[in-house]
């Protein structure tokens, strides 16, 4: 009797099978592990083993979403200190890209109370220490700059901020708001400077094609600046450094 019929079946079907039992297992993962941090609970100390998670979760979300991603400057990080990253943010998806690609420290975000309702993971976002804040609300607006300078000081995370305080909708760039930069300048602590492009593409290309996306490290700019320059300043030259990189500002940064 002749099998083979039954092999060109067989064999596709177990595939299909086991990649349905990967994405399986994964969520159930994922799952079970958010169960285990209560959303009363107040945290003050990062977890690795609940930040490898949240970061494998990111690493699987820019896989299912056909990212195909192209990094630069990653040998400027500081990742033997706590800093604060700011960039241009044009998707949702620009932290988990960031998260993935500096795996090798814990960033906590300033994030909209929005994302703390997510299911499942709102209990990461709480454990990996993300600092809700309130548009227009400048009440919450310093508590969470006051939040994010203990978080570094203490070298518990570093921090990463959207300076224009909002999703540009079209990929350009808005203008930044300088109090993002109080964080640094009162921790003392180096700004990463960092270029998103792309990724305002992702969710109109899923399933269908993939989505090119670069990551660019610019500068990295030391504590010392903040003798010199105030928040203004250096909220203006990341602003621009950015729009250059992106091809939105002709003249030359200084």
């Known amino acids: 009797m002749n099998n083979k019929p039954m092999l060109y079946i067989l064999i596709p079907v177990c595939i299909i ?8 297992i994964l969520w159930l993962f994922w799952i079970c592990v958010s169960l285990t941090i209560p959303l009363k609970k107040e945290y003050d100390k990062p977890s690795k ?17 056909r990212i195909k991603l192209y990094v630069t400057g990653y ?9 604060l990253l700011v960039s241009n943010h044009c998707s949702k998806f620009d932290n988990f890209i960031q998260c993935a690609v500096l795996k090798k420290t814990q960033m906590a975000y300033v994030s909209k109370p929005e994302n703390f309702k997510i299911p499942i993971g709102r209990h990461f976002l709480r454990r ?23 978080l570094i000081k203490q070298d518990k995370v570093s921090v990463g901020i959207y300076p224009e305080g909002t999703r540009s909708q079209n990929g350009v760039i808005q203008e930044f708001k300088p109090g993002a930069f109080k964080i ?69 940064v200084s």
């Open 17 to 24: 099978g086991a990649f349905i039992s990967i994405h399986v």
């Open 49 to 65: 083993f609940y930040n490898w998670a949240f970061v494998l979760w990111y690493r699987y979300i820019i896989k299912v979403a």
């Open 75 to 83: 040998e400027k990080i500081p990742f033997g200190t706590r800093f």
């Open 128 to 150: 990996g220490l993300y600092i809700p804040i309130v548009r227009g609300n400048p009440r919450q607006g310093l508590e969470a700059i006051l939040r994010g300078i203990d």
């Open 184 to 252: 640094a300048e009162k921790a003392r602590c180096p700004v990463v400077v960092v270029s998103m492009s792309g990724t305002e593409n992702i969710s109109k290309n899923f399933p269908w094609k993939k989505t090119v996306v670069h990551m660019d490290i610019l500068d990295v700019i030391q504590p010392d600046v903040w003798d010199n320059k105030s928040t203004v300043e250096v909220s203006q030259y990341s602003h621009d450094l950015i729009a250059k990189k992106l091809g939105m500002l002709e003249e030359k």
